[in-house]
């Protein structure tokens, strides 16, 4: 598991010592799917890289709506660039949608990175802002069936591992509208 880590840091512009540091403290989960590994509105202390499995966070309403933020699948570090940067209480809940093999590395690791090795710092914090750039631009100038079309197109193996419910919200619709939108894709095909 902690090779894929090692793999991850050394492609974003980590050097041997920052990447040994991690690993030592990297500590390994196997978790069943639907398991949370954070609760909304409380103080995450770990960043979790996804060695194997799928993830979702997703914002709750008091109203008990769902609002996807993003999904996350192998190979990926799973960090709150807000939580970490304010010291605040997660405003989402991160969850496992598949059993999944997990690192948690502590959020102080992640701080020192600013100091001890700041050009893999800064390769995550550009990676999240050009996440946070597409998913503006896919949420902003896409009708919901064309962001439904390049979903499909750019996400074809989750179509079959998530809910209705689940794709819906992370495109800005209702389930019901996904299946009317879905319906008449397949009228015009």
Same mark, same amino acid.
């Given at each position: 598991?902690?090779?894929?880590?090692?793999? $991850?840091?050394?492609?974003?512009?980590?050097?041997? =010592?920052?990447?040994?540091?991690?690993?030592?403290? @990297?500590? !390994?989960?196997?978790? !069943?799917?639907?398991?949370?590994?954070?609760?909304?509105?409380?103080? &995450?202390?770990?960043?979790?890289? #996804?060695?194997? /499995?799928?993830c979702h @966070?997703? $914002?709750?309403? +008091?109203? /008990?709506?769902?609002?996807?933020?993003e999904?996350?699948?192998e190979?990926?570090?799973i960090? %709150?660039?807000?939580?970490? #940067?304010?010291?605040? !209480? &997660? =405003? $989402?809940l991160?969850?496992?949608?598949?059993? &999944?093999q997990i690192? @948690?590395? !502590?959020?102080?690791?992640?701080?020192?990175?600013?100091?001890?090795? +700041? /050009?893999?710092?800064m @390769?995550?914090?550009?990676r999240?802002?050009?996440?946070?750039?597409?998913? =503006?631009?896919?949420?902003?100038?896409?009708? +919901?069936?064309e962001?439904?079309?390049?979903?499909? %197109?750019?996400? +074809?193996?989750?179509?079959?591992?998530?809910?209705?419910?689940?794709?819906? &919200?992370?495109? %800005?619709?209702?389930?019901?509208?996904?299946?009317?939108?879905?319906?008449?894709?397949?009228? =015009?095909?």
């Amino acid at each position: 598991m902690k090779t894929a880590l090692a793999q $991850y840091l050394r492609d974003h512009g980590a050097d041997d =010592e920052t990447i040994n540091n991690a690993l030592a403290l @990297a500590e !390994p989960m196997e978790l !069943p799917t639907r398991h949370i590994l954070l609760n909304q509105g409380v103080q &995450s202390n770990h960043a979790f890289f #996804l060695v194997d /499995g799928i993830c979702h @966070a997703c $914002y709750l309403t +008091p109203e /008990g709506r769902q609002f996807s933020k993003e999904f996350y699948w192998e190979q990926e570090l799973i960090l %709150g660039f807000e939580s970490l #940067l304010t010291k605040q !209480p &997660s =405003e $989402y809940l991160l969850e496992t949608l598949s059993a &999944s093999q997990i690192l @948690a590395l !502590p959020l102080a690791v992640i701080e020192q990175w600013k100091a001890s090795c +700041p /050009g893999l710092y800064m @390769a995550l914090l550009e990676r999240q802002l050009l996440f946070k750039e597409h998913k =503006e631009r896919f949420m902003l100038i896409h009708t +919901p069936e064309e962001r439904y079309t390049l979903f499909c %197109g750019h996400f +074809p193996e989750l179509q079959t591992q998530l809910a209705d419910y689940q794709i819906a &919200s992370y495109l %800005g619709i209702t389930a019901t509208s996904l299946s009317r939108i879905r319906a008449r894709l397949s009228e =015009e095909s």
